[in-house]
């Protein structure tokens, strides 16, 4: 196989494993990113008044079912036990999310059962509510208005900026209810925080003889005939200098604050009521359990439209959104030696263990496609 020259258009997840893929098969791989660091949005570094590693734009936590995707991380990391415990603060009490039978019991005042729970919860819910189109209606279908007016309703709105009555149905069907004690927030079955954070990991990975990386440099779309293929993980949008207008993002605010002690006892907190204007504060030193710190360090976190010089984290999919991202995906489809991925290269949310899984992916696709000398698909996966 002829050794190609490929660009690689940001220093996140998938641009490292796609990169490192590639340059273990021979192929020379320049990265490129315009931040000064690597790690996109999983970057995180020593706080320097306290020593706190510090999830610099909010925190990261990997859970995976994917054995091969887990198994990957721990070739670049010394992955610790984390088990994510999260609380909310709701009516001047604080509960355990997701919602599970302590949380039912403390909020009704009661000592359910298991099955007494679901008879309780099975009753608040409102039944006459058929097909959940909305969030709203999901809720008060299946929890009733109580719990979600208490815990859903308003931290909804601050981090959407929207009614839940306006979101579609599927947002809550990632919110589990438990009728037992776990707290655990997630269900995988692999669960962990690297022990020396995400940025070392992707410096792993990205350690390699075949490749180069670039930081504080922005894409050229003219640079891109000196490239066997590009892989782009920058916002689509963007790629084709909003031509269009610009899709729809939520982004975050942080306000960091230090804390001599303990500041609120868990990693992160949610602040439900529309009373309090931010979404969540997260302490992240309860992101590395297995170190010892004095000092503290804090972010409140606060949700809002994001802007043209603001940073994207959260697409909205919603129907006036995809009717752009339409537009977009009709350019991209077009283009040759070019492949879209990631987060925001696909309008898409991902967490870390999927964005890796489809990092791997097509890395095989680009590799297979040489084999067979077929052409590399503008988009590994389902976009629309």
């Not at 709105?157 to 009614?163: A, D, L, N, S, V």
């Not at 782009?232 to 001599?260: H, I, M, N, V």
């Not at 002690?261 to 529309?274: E, I, K, P, R, T």
């Not at 297979?368 to 988009?379: D, I, Q, R, T």
Request: include cysteine; glycine fraction near 6%.
């Amino acid at each position: 196989m002829n050794s190609k020259n490929i660009l690689i258009v940001g220093a996140g997840f998938s641009g490292a494993v796609i990169a490192r893929q590639l340059a273990e098969q021979g192929h020379r791989i320049r990265i490129i990113d315009q931040r000064d660091h690597i790690g996109g949005n999983s970057y995180d570094a020593r706080d320097p008044q306290t020593d706190v590693m510090v999830h610099v734009y909010g925190p990261h936590i990997f859970h995976t079912d994917n054995e091969t995707v887990w198994n990957y991380v721990t070739q670049h990391a010394e992955m610790m036990p984390y088990v994510n415990r999260v609380k909310a603060t709701v009516n001047g009490q604080v509960f355990s999310l997701p919602i599970n039978l302590h949380t039912i019991n403390q909020f009704f005042a009661k000592t359910c059962s298991p099955d007494e729970a679901r008879a309780l919860i099975a009753e608040k819910g409102d039944s006459s509510i058929e097909e959940p189109k909305t969030f709203e209606e999901q809720a008060l279908r299946f929890i009733g208005k109580e719990l979600y007016e208490a815990f859903f309703k308003g931290y909804t709105i601050k981090q959407w900026g929207m009614e839940p009555s306006q979101l579609p149905a599927s947002i809550l069907k990632r919110l589990p209810v438990r009728f037992n004690y776990d707290d655990n927030y997630f269900n995988h079955r692999f669960q962990g925080m690297p022990k020396l954070g995400y940025t070392k990991m992707i410096e792993s990975i990205a350690n390699h003889e075949n490749i180069t990386i670039e930081l504080q440099q922005s894409f050229n779309a003219e640079e891109r005939e000196q490239y066997d293929h590009v892989f782009y993980s920058g916002p689509l949008d963007a790629f084709y200098s909003y031509q269009y207008g610009r899709l729809g993002y939520r982004t975050l605010d942080f306000e960091k604050f230090t804390w001599q002690g303990d500041y609120q006892g868990c990693a992160v907190m949610n602040y439900c009521s529309l009373d309090v204007p931010y979404t969540r504060i997260t302490e992240h030193k309860y992101f590395s359990p297995w170190e010892s710190h004095e000092g503290s360090v804090c972010y409140k976190e606060y949700s809002r439209e994001c802007g043209e010089k603001d940073i994207p984290y959260y697409p909205i999919r919603q129907m006036g959104e995809m009717a752009l991202l339409d537009k977009y995906l009709s350019l991209a489809e077009n283009e040759k030696n070019m492949t879209f991925v990631g987060r925001l290269g696909t309008y898409r949310y991902l967490d870390m263990d999927v964005t890796i899984a489809e990092a791997l992916n097509t890395a095989d696709k680009y590799l297979s496609s040489l084999s067979s000398n077929e052409s590399m698909p503008v988009f590994t996966v389902s976009v629309r």
